[in-house]
Antibody
Framework: QITLKESGPTLVKPTQTLTLTCTVS??????????VGWIRQPPGKGLEWLAL???????RYRPSLKGRLTITRDTSKNQVVLRMTNLDPVDTATYFC????????????WGQGLKVTVSS | QSVLTQPPSASGTPGQRVTISCSGS????????VDWYQQLPGMAPKLLIY???QRPSGVPDRFSGSKSGTSASLAISGLQSEDEANYFC?????????????FGGGTKLTVL
């Protein structure tokens, strides 16, 4: 069973940079096709996929946010970090990380989520 | 505005069968598989169906998925009160700017 946990600040000021960490445990596979993705959910709204990093370090970004997002991984720590620059109140959301199965092409295990508020 | 279109709400009585639709296009559902997630209030999404119609271990066979062309459906038979939740469909989208995952706007299921 794979488990994921998000960590980071819960309150960020506008224009600041948000750095979120996802720690993966439970012996995740290291197949190149597997990876970790980030998804967010504004209050009362739907899910929005942000980025995905494969364990072989290939990366995918949401096109509309590509210039603001950076996703990296530290395989020695089983961690994936998402960095989002120039925060705005509209970025207020619960941020989830999820394990991506390259075999089934699906985000199969999700973290509990971290609520981040952008406010001055 | 979500790339995949779902009805905002659905409802049914206990024991009934309900279906939730998810409409897309040739760049997403038409050429990639569809997944379904269940999100209970205040919780993280849980994978319900993957690869159009496969159930992960532990998901009751009351839940089933299907796909035809650029549309997909989630069916729940023998509706139970604990099925009251939000349901989201998802698929890869092969955009001009590169592939990305897209979600439906979600359907809130009410068990009457």
């Amino acid at each position: 069973q794979i488990t994921l946990k998000e960590s980071g600040p819960t309150l960020v000021k506008p224009t600041q940079t948000l750095t979120l960490t996802c720690t993966v445990s439970g012996s995740p596979t290291r197949n190149g096709g597997d990876g970790v993705g980030w998804i967010r959910q504004p209050p009362g709204k739907g899910l929005e996929w942000l980025a995905l990093i494969y364990w072989d370090d290939d990366k995918r970004y949401r096109p509309s946010l590509k210039g603001r997002l950076t996703i990296t991984r530290d395989t020695s720590k089983n961690q994936v970090v998402l960095r989002m620059t120039n925060l705005d109140p509209v970025d207020t959301a619960t941020y989830f990380c999820a394990h991506y199965s390259g075999y089934d092409y699906v985000l199969d295990y999700w973290g509990q989520g971290l609520k981040v508020t952008v406010s001055s | 505005q979500s790339v995949l279109t779902q009805p905002p709400s659905a409802s049914g009585t206990p024991g009934q069968r309900v279906t939730i639709s998810c409409s897309g296009s040739s760049s997403n559902i038409g050429s990639n598989t569809v997944d379904w997630y269940q999100q209970l209030p205040g919780m993280a999404p849980k994978l319900l169906i993957y690869s159009d119609n496969q159930r992960p271990s532990g998901v009751p066979d009351r839940f089933s998925g299907s796909k035809s062309g650029t549309s997909a459906s989630l069916a729940i038979s023998g509706l139970q009160s604990e099925d009251e939740a939000n349901y989201f469909c998802a698929s890869w989208d092969d955009t001009l700017n590169g592939p990305c995952v897209v979600f439906g706007g979600g359907t809130k299921l009410t068990v009457l």
